[in-house]
């Protein structure tokens, strides 16, 4: 049962344009929720993270938004640069941090130059 | 950042052998383990946890006497693929639990491809 969903595999945008990656979670008990990025044959990096407390993170150029209502949370990316190109996995974890995390399947951005 | 290492990064190995994946913490100490495993397109699967010290903890389906897990040290979590198959290649990734204030971090390492022939 995938707790987590990414329901687009895939996502090409512009560079200097807003990337928009989507994420819907089934578990209300989830309280943190994280973005990694992750290259072919390397293990996903830290991006960004929330916690259910707020509805929105910020770092530069990633912002996360988080609904609980509707159990979906999105990161934005803007502006997307090439380098930017990856897969990006959201999970989440019932446990007030990085901790016992359920992932989605992740979504492979492509930044168009 | 905190820094996990995993070595091999690429095994092949023939049906019916074992094989042994090592993660390490480099500079810091992590009590706590995770193991992964992701098929092509597909999500990250948690397989188990490993806690320096004592048993692994096994997610539903895992068979832990297929999956050996060793947390010897601090610095150290060692998983063996005992007695492989073809289904059993996949990308397996360990990860690192970090505690940061008082939040939890989980540091991954890069992955090991491991194909079974």
Known sequence: ?113 | GAVVSQHPSRVICKSGTSVKIECRSLDFQATTMFWYRQFPKQSLMLMATSNEGSKATYEQGVEKDKFLINHASLTLSTLTVTSAHPEDSSFYICSALVTSGGFYEQYFGPGTRLTVT
């Open chain 1, 1 to 113: 049962d995938q707790q987590v969903k990414q329901n687009s595999p895939s996502l090409s945008v512009q560079e200097g344009r807003i990337s928009i990656l989507n994420c819907d979670y089934t578990n209300s008990m989830f309280d943190y929720f994280l973005w990694y990025k992750k290259y072919p044959a390397e293990g996903p990096t830290f991006l960004i993270s929330i916690s259910s407390i707020k509805d929105k993170n910020e770092d530069g150029r990633f912002t996360v938004f988080l609904n609980k209502s509707a159990k979906h949370l999105s990161l934005h990316i803007v502006p997307s640069q090439p380098g930017d190109s990856a897969v990006y996995f959201c999970a989440a974890s019932a446990q007030g941090g990085a901790n016992n995390l359920f992932f989605g399947t992740g979504t492979r951005l492509t930044v168009i130059p």
